[in-house]
């Protein structure tokens, strides 16, 4: 009796300890909530009031009444409409070719042994620590040499071989998708292509969502090598558009503002489509792990 009321005594206090700790981990986790949606916050807070109000000491923080006007306002000044269905050409058909490309090459690296593959996956991660910056001269002067310069199609080849996206997949892909199984297909006649199609990729879906997220946010938001390649007006991206919002002596920023806005609500539903294929797939493989 006095192990068991020992016992009965310690597990309340243990529960005592870990209480505070727990507390300690959930302030965190709030704040870190508070701070990461702030930013997005603070730009609602300006597409919906006016510049003076922005500029008032202390600021405004209260959402206005002013959005429909700041939008009527950037409808007018630039081609929001035609650069975003520019912009979400680029980016789906950016999304779905790294994908298809970066899932290949990973698999390959992962999977198959061939003369210098350590050479190769070692000058990717080498790439990887490289600024893009350093693309942008070499790119366009192949653009140049092959009559792409102007056009749209020359913002997709430059952002399909994703350095990033090969070595996540490879890593994915070496831990996620058993030997056996790869083994198994090999015995049964199936081919290099039918084992990528047909076994890897239902594998490392969450893997794909991830990496679709990323590629889309990284296409969408690409400012630099649009403005330096597209020099045809109509084949102006969104960012390059937007950056006309910005350009006088006075800026409006609530305008400014409401543009931005505008243009992050496509960037919110791409992550809350894919976001629940990776969520509901790493939770699928939790379940199974268990």
């Given at each position: 009796?006095?192990?068991?009321?020992?016992?009965?005594?310690?597990?309340?206090?243990a529960r005592r300890l870990r209480r505070p700790k727990g507390l300690t981990?959930?302030?965190?986790?709030?704040?870190?909530?508070?701070?990461?949606?702030?930013?997005?916050?603070?730009?609602?807070?300006?597409?919906?009031?006016?510049?003076?109000?922005?500029?008032k000491s202390p600021p405004k923080l209260t959402f206005g009444s002013h959005?429909?006007?700041n939008i009527r306002h950037v409808l007018h000044t630039i081609d929001f409409f035609g650069s975003m269905f520019n912009t979400i050409i680029v980016a789906c058909a950016t999304t779905v070719l790294v994908l298809f490309v970066?899932?290949?090459?990973?698999?390959?690296?992962?999977?198959?042994d061939f003369p210098g593959r350590k050479v190769l996956f070692g000058l990717l991660l080498l790439f990887m620590m490289l600024p893009l910056q350093l693309a942008i001269l070499p790119q366009f002067i192949l653009m140049s040499k092959i009559g792409w310069v102007g056009m749209l199609k020359a913002l997709i080849p430059p952002a399909l071989a994703n350095a990033f996206g090969i070595?996540?997949?490879?890593?994915?892909?070496?831990?996620?998708?058993?030997?056996?199984?790869l083994d198994a297909a090999r015995i049964d006649g199936a081919g290099f292509f039918r084992?990528?199609?047909?076994?890897?990729?239902?594998?490392?879906?969450?893997?794909?969502?991830?990496l679709a997220i990323y590629a889309f946010v990284g296409a969408w938001n690409d400012y630099v090598w649009p403005l330096v390649v597209l020099t045809n007006p109509a084949h102006v991206t969104l960012q390059v558009e937007l950056a006309q919002l910005n350009v006088g002596h006075t800026t409006d920023y609530s305008m400014v503002?409401?543009?931005?806005?505008?243009?992050?609500?496509p960037l919110v539903v791409v992550f809350a489509v894919f976001a629940r294929g990776f969520i509901a797939g790493a939770t699928e493989g939790a379940v199974q792990g268990t």
């Open positions: 009796m006095t192990a068991v009321d020992d016992t009965t005594h310690r597990a309340p206090r981990a959930h302030i965190v986790l709030m704040l870190s909530v508070v701070i990461s949606i702030f930013p997005f916050l603070w730009t609602i807070v300006m597409a919906t009031n006016t510049t003076q109000d922005i500029y959005l429909l006007e970066d899932s290949l090459a990973a698999f390959t690296f992962a999977k198959f070595f996540w997949l490879r890593q994915y892909i070496e831990n996620g998708v058993p030997d056996e199984l084992q990528y199609w047909n076994i890897a990729l239902p594998m490392i879906r969450p893997a794909l969502s991830f503002m409401a543009g931005v806005l505008m243009a992050a609500l």
